[in-house]
């Protein structure tokens, strides 16, 4: 279906065609031979002119019904041109060479016929061989041009269609994230105490009542964040149209669902205590308020991933968790924890969460250190860039 700037080309074309056609036939001097008369020259001039309309549709059959009536009619020579001007535009340079070289042929092919014309014969040949290779090159040019026209439209679909793809990708990976980060945590704490429960079913009811509470919170915290990942999820197609996240960072007019930041930092020591694991906590930050949310929602994955392990690794030691910041030269993070086998938990680890810390701090600019220390502590540090 044609579009209204070919609507308008096409009729452009043809109120050219029927111009030049009127010029030809009122100028018509009985210069013709005996078999085309002043009405012949009319009849196929006009029968050019429509086709004019079909010259998208059917451009080469079209090209040659129009170099045809050239020959024999003045006022098709004009249509002519715009019908091999289509061909050259339309067609592939096989085609419209094929139908040049036809069309110049017909051009030597009008002298002889029509030996009334005023012009020396080969000076007309020339000049009709010299308007066709204009024509055709100046179609060429329209082709190369729509075509390069095409390619940076296709690159630009493309490269839009890439970076869509790299931003959804980059969202599963930061739910990825998230996910472990969250689910580890809480199902760390289901594990222990419930394997609490299990190896001393004889203590006292209180204790009892205490681990089946961080029980039941701690399960209903895991099925609360699993519930808003899978919403999260859900909602990718209506995020994608909003704007959603874009590697680590949220853009577009939807809403951003609640993050941690340093502020609920307080609220995980809190909860590691009362799950039994004894935390000494130093926060040494002017104004928490102030810190870049991607900062501080890294600070508190950071100690969260660390408590978790520490749960694993050495439970029931003393962790020791100190986050320091100072607006220009960053926030550290650091949590130490005594590396005890004595005191490790049959809960599996993987080493996802530590390479997750590592893609999440480097997404901020940040660094990310671990492993054992000379005294035989385990020692998870990062820096995080604060901006002054």
Known sequence: MKI????VAD???F?????????????????????????????LG??????????????????????????????????????????????????????TAFAAVASVGTVLIRPDMPMPKWWQAALAVACVAAVLAWGLLIRSRRQLAHAVRDRARQAESDRMALARQNERHRIAREMHDVLAHRISLLSLHAGALELRPDAPADEIARAAGVIRDSAHRALEDLRAVIGVL???????????????????DAPEPPQPTLADMLELIDESRRAGTPVRF?????????????????????VQEGLTNARKHAHGCEVS????????????????????SACATAIPGSANGIIGLAERVG???????????????????????WPA
């Open 321 to 340: 968790v100190t986050v320091h910041g100072i607006r220009g030269d960053g926030v550290t993070v650091e949590i130490r924890n005594p590396v005890d």
């Open 15 to 43: 109120l050219l065609a029927v111009g030049f056609t009127l010029l030809t036939v009122a100028d018509g001097v009985d210069r013709q031979i005996g078999q085309v008369p002043l009405a012949a020259e009319a009849i």
């Open 46 to 99: 006009g029968l050019s002119c429509l086709g004019v309309w079909l010259r998208r549709r059917w451009p080469v059959g079209f090209a040659v019904v129009a170099i045809v009536f050239s020959v024999y009619s003045t006022a098709a020579s004009g249509v002519a041109l715009i019908a091999l001007f289509t061909v050259a535009v339309y067609r592939s340079l096989a085609v419209a060479a094929a139908v």
């Open 282 to 302: 130093s926060l040494e930050v002017g104004d928490p308020a102030a810190v870049p949310a991607a900062v501080g929602r890294s600070a508190y994955r950071i």
């Open 234 to 252: 859900r909602a990718d197609v209506a995020r994608d149209a909003a704007g959603g996240y874009i590697g680590d960072h949220w853009a577009g």
């Open 11 to 13: 009729g452009l074309c």
């Open 4 to 7: 209204p700037r070919e609507w």
């Open 363 to 385: 997404l901020v600019g940040g660094r990310l250190e671990h492993g054992r220390t000379p005294a035989g502590d385990f020692r998870l540090w990062a820096w995080l860039p």
